[in-house]
């Protein structure tokens, strides 16, 4: 059974930073492209950003690029994704995917970690 485990989001202001991190378990982690998407209240999924299998390629929306960074650890079967210079719009539930952005609604995601940027 496949299964993600969404952690670390939080209560930031502006310009903070978190990490989030997805655990990962009943498939091959390694063999997978992985993919973090955001969704906000009221507002469509939205792709926020992918790596290739090996973490050697990377990929990130316009939104958020130059201050998130996606990373992986095969060895742990674990994504990362960490959120620098935090704006207000960033404000979602964050959930991590198998596949990449063409593929990802695919798959099944996990139950999502809550980010909130607030003053």
């Known amino acids: 059974e496949v299964r993600l485990v969404e952690s670390g989001g939080g209560l930031v202001q502006p310009g903070g930073s978190l990490r989030l991190t997805c655990a990962a378990s009943?498939?091959?982690?390694?063999?997978?492209?992985m993919t973090w998407i955001r969704q906000a209240p009221g507002k469509e999924i939205e792709w926020v950003s992918d790596i290739n299998f090996m973490g050697d390629k990377t990929s990130y929306s316009d939104s958020v690029k130059g201050r998130f960074t996606i990373s992986r650890d095969n060895a742990k079967s674990t994504l990362y994704l960490q959120l620098d210079s935090l704006k207000t719009d960033d404000a979602a539930m964050y959930y991590c995917?198998?596949?990449?952005?063409?593929?990802?609604?695919?798959?099944?995601r996990g139950q999502g970690t809550q980010v909130t940027v607030s003053t």
């Open positions: 995917s198998m596949g990449d952005r063409r593929s990802y609604f695919h798959y099944e």
């Open positions: 009943g498939f091959v982690f390694r063999n997978y492209a």
